[in-house]
């Protein structure tokens, strides 16, 4: 079964680092592409980048490009979204998703990051 | 504010018919294909709809999409008491996907 599982909540402060998961299963994991999504309470998804873990190629939403940093490690069948400076608005739940031809048609269960200040 | 527009609400009784609308521009809806995603309360969106019209296995026929011009509808026929979900619609602008704010659907 294709089946996308991201890392659990966390709760951090302003200034603090973060790096949150997200690990494929069921698929060949270096062959598609595999993007971020924020979502705030009550907002539609907003698609922040992707990444090619077959070759590491990356691009960014100009609206998150500078503030986030997206990896993918494809030993561990992971990609990554991480935080070198949180900040409160980045409160969110955070959701990776597989691209396919389809779009982007396997999510994972999301991760929710509360920052307080 | 979401670059694609859709109403924040709809509503219906089981068995009833329901359309969803979803306005974007040339750049995107008017240039490239739409997806649809339903949202269940508390859980990741799950894609409904893709290229427009298509379903992904396992989804039921009682939802269809469609697109014209600048514009896309979903409809979902036979209206079902575990329909009551948020619905987003979707497009590719040529350098990233964009999302449309929503619809909460309540089945009355």
């Known amino acids: 079964e294709v089946q996308l599982v991201q890392s659990g909540a966390e709760v951090k402060k302003s200034g603090e680092s973060l790096k949150i998961s997200c690990k494929s299963f069921g698929y060949g994991f270096d062959t598609y592409w595999m993007a971020w999504l924020r979502q705030m309470p009550g907002k539609g998804p907003e698609w922040m980048g992707i990444i090619y873990p077959g070759d590491s190629d990356t691009r960014y939403s100009p609206s998150f490009e500078g503030q986030v940093t997206i990896s993918a490690d494809k030993s561990l069948n992971t990609a990554y979204l991480q935080w070198s400076s949180l900040k409160a608005s980045d409160t969110a739940t955070y959701y990776c998703?597989?691209?396919?031809?389809?779009?982007?048609?396997?999510w994972g269960q999301g991760t929710t990051v509360t920052v307080s200040s | 504010q979401s670059v694609l527009t859709q109403p924040p609400s709809a509503s219906g009784t089981p068995g009833q018919r329901v359309t969803i609308s979803c306005s974007g521009s040339s750049s995107d809806i008017g240039s490239h294909n739409v997806n649809w995603y339903q949202q269940l309360p508390g859980t990741a969106p799950k894609l409904l709809i893709y290229?427009?019209?298509k379903r992904p296995s396992g989804v039921p026929d009682r939802f269809s999409g469609s697109k014209s011009g600048t514009s896309a509808s979903l409809a979902i026929s036979g209206l079902q008491s575990e329909d009551e979900a948020d619905y987003f619609c979707?497009?590719?602008?040529?350098?990233?996907?964009?999302f449309g704010g929503g619809t909460k659907l309540t089945v009355l």
């Open positions: 290229s427009n019209d």
């Open positions: 998703a597989r691209e396919s031809t389809k779009g982007m048609d396997v």
């Open positions: 979707a497009a590719w602008d040529g350098s990233l996907w964009l």
